[in-house]
């Protein structure tokens, strides 16, 4: 394999170094005193502090549509800080992996920056197996359309110290962050986390998490968990949570009764803290080194085997939706996705000035923005089909909204506010005796009810992949055949719309649909229900909380949303989360729903069958202490 000595290149120069043919790599020389650089040809990198200080600069580009994946190890006994800078063009993938391996008394500073055009991504990932002290400073931006995937994992051990600060600034729409943290803290080691989230104006539509996993091992160990989410724009979700506590006695009973001692225990809970960050990375890499091609693309082995896993997923999904054809599965990135594709292709070529597109109230801003979209540009009228206030639909209602001048009726087929079912089957026939279609948004129901399109007779149908256990950045639009046939390309190029996704979330969506028809509906939904019904009854014994909806556990589907009396609902998340529970707050993206029932924001809080009545009742112990930790006394 050929290396090349970075520090025998001209001094302060840029040098251009060539991996793979997908990634450029420059280094600042000349800004090092001593330190040693060897970059191989398969994208690794290799930064020794064997000098006093040694310092680098490293930038990685990417060109448009390209996937770049660089390793950089960190090795020394010395000062070494290494400032990373990422620059994707558009549509382009760079996968940054930091891994340090420096001596015990070593200190690494390290800085990545990156700026994420159009449709990129960054995913960065940092493992700490408990060597030297690290300081982290990484500021990332994210414009339209472009994603961050963080995982760190970190073991501090000794008086070692590990401070991490992430920033992202959400500066374009429909953006999208993950923020992945864990590790274990033993003996005097110090450790501080600081994740910054920020929607910035001009953000709609952007989705931001950030979550940290802390074992604390010692009595000696600091731990500083410090998340923050800002926001200057309206229809975000930003989500943050933490789990930071010592081992549980059912736990240390578990490896007990197995032969482990305490001390046993905490080591193989602290490995497994970070190797779960490896195990993930050895997933990627396999995938990206053995099994990514594109499908429908090349008549090469790999590229056969990731279309047979392609249409495979395709056939999974038709058998889950109960679809009659495969060629009436179409993969997009998400149900918002969907449903603009169904908005922009069919919509604007299908519905003309004086025609009605019927919306109901219950939608969530991803199933009426699209329709005022299409009514604006077409001239057409957009109508509301209005809930009662428990959130059931009239189907006499329906009947006087929907007329022959409806060419387009909306509705959701599980509402993520309040978890109703609403009757897609008798909306589908009024629409129909009217030469109307209806579009379903089945983002909520699919995880939770058996969904038959069939039975249903919807016309379009959309959910996404992570609300059913699989991956970000794959979903489904369901049409009726014929439909879809008439529709102009949303996309144009290559396998047209097919070349949204990304083939390996198609196959993770197969694995998720094989995982849930293998636990089946039925016994999902028991678990869901009694843990609804245990909410709810609790909830009745606190009188200033507040039940929106029914007061039938059966009528929720998994969803509780609610307000605590004097309490705005922001706080009231807040106050959860610093117990360990997370809830969502806010109007949901469903302002018009909240604004028809009498609310601004609310609190929900979301079950699916793998939570456990602990978990419900730490939710109820901590609601029953809200308003005294508010200062209202009870």
């Not at 104006?201 to 091992?217: D, K, M, P, R, Y």
């Not at 993930?280 to 080194?289: E, I, K, M, P, Q």
């Not at 693309?297 to 790999?302: A, F, N, T």
């Not at 019927?358 to 077409?378: A, F, N």
């Amino acid at each position: 394999m050929e290396t090349i000595l970075v520090n025998k290149l001209p001094t302060r120069t840029w040098n251009r170094l060539g991996v793979n043919e997908t990634a450029l790599l420059w280094d600042e020389a000349g800004a090092v005193d001593g330190g040693t650089e060897v970059l191989s040809a398969d994208g690794r990198l290799e930064l020794s502090a064997d000098a006093p200080y040694a310092r680098r600069t490293v930038e990685i580009t990417a060109a448009r549509g390209q996937r770049v994946t660089v390793y950089e190890t960190f090795r020394g006994g010395d000062h070494l800080h290494v400032r990373t800078v990422l620059r994707p063009e558009r549509g382009a993938v760079i996968r940054l992996v930091q891994v340090q391996v420096m001596d015990e008394h070593a200190v690494l500073r390290s800085e990545v920056s990156a700026h994420c055009p159009e449709g990129s991504s960054v995913e960065l990932y940092r493992l700490l197996p408990g060597r030297g002290d690290t300081y982290a400073d990484d500021r990332l931006t994210l414009a339209d359309g472009a994603s961050l995937k963080a995982a760190m994992g970190y073991l501090g051990r000794k008086q070692q110290v590990i401070d991490l600060n992430l920033a992202v600034d959400h500066v374009g729409r429909n953006t999208r962050s993950d923020i992945d943290v864990s590790g274990a803290l033993s003996d005097s080691a110090k450790k501080v986390f600081r994740g910054t989230i920020d929607f910035k104006n001009g953000s709609a539509g952007s989705i931001g998490s950030e979550q940290e996993t802390v074992l604390l091992l010692g009595d000696d160990v600091v731990n500083r968990t410090v998340p923050l989410i800002l926001c200057a724009e309206e229809n975000v979700e930003g989500t943050h949570g933490a789990t930071i506590g010592a081992l549980d006695d059912d736990t240390l009973f578990y490896f007990e009764s197995r032969g482990f001692d305490r001390d046993a225990a905490e080591r193989l809970m602290a490995r497994a803290a970070v190797e779960r960050l490896a195990h993930d990375l050895d997933a990627v890499n396999r995938f990206y080194c053995e099994q990514n091609a594109n499908p429908l693309r090349g008549l090469y082995p790999l590229s056969v085997a990731a279309t047979d896993a392609y249409e495979n997923a395709r056939a999974a999904v038709r058998r889950f939706l109960n679809a009659g054809s495969t060629s009436e599965i179409v993969f997009t990135r998400n149900t918002t996705e969907g449903l603009n594709l169904a908005a922009y292709s069919y919509g604007l070529s299908h519905i003309r000035a004086g025609d009605e597109v019927v919306v109901s109230i219950l939608e969530h801003h991803s199933d009426l923005l699209p329709w005022q979209m299409v009514c604006r540009q077409t001239g057409a009228a957009l109508k509301f089909l209005e809930c009662e206030p428990d959130g059931s639909l009239d189907l006499n209602r329906a009947e006087a909204v929907i007329t022959d001048k409806t060419k387009l009726v909306a509705v959701t087929h599980v509402s993520n506010v309040i978890g109703r079912v609403n009757p897609i089957q008798q909306l589908a026939d009024i629409a129909h005796r009217h030469g109307a279609v209806i579009v379903v948004d089945g983002a909520q129901s699919t995880p939770h009810i058996p969904v038959d399109v069939q039975a249903l007779d919807a016309d379009f149908l959309a959910f996404s992949g992570h609300k059913v256990y699989g991956p970000m950045g794959i979903g489904v639009l369901y049409g009726k055949r014929a439909l879809l046939e008439e529709m102009p390309p949303f996309l144009t190029g290559g396998e047209m719309i097919e070349s949204v996704t990304r083939e390996s979330g198609a196959a993770g969506l197969r694995a998720a649909i094989e995982y849930v028809e293998s636990v089946g509906f039925d016994a999902m939904h028991r678990q869901e229900l009694a843990l609804t019904q245990r909410t709810l009854t609790g909830m009745a014994d606190m009188p200033h909380i507040h039940v929106i909806g029914s007061d039938r556990a059966e009528e929720h589907n998994g969803i509780v949303t609610f307000t605590v009396e004097g309490v705005h609902p922001h706080d009231v998340s807040e106050i959860l989360a610093c117990d360990g529970v997370d809830v969502r707050a806010g109007h949901h993206c469903a302002q018009p729903l909240l604004q028809h029932l009498g609310y601004s924001a609310t609190v929900r809080a979301s079950f699916a069958f793998y939570n456990t009545e602990n978990e419900v009742d730490r939710l109820l112990q901590s609601l029953s202490t809200i308003r005294e930790r508010m200062g209202y006394g009870n």
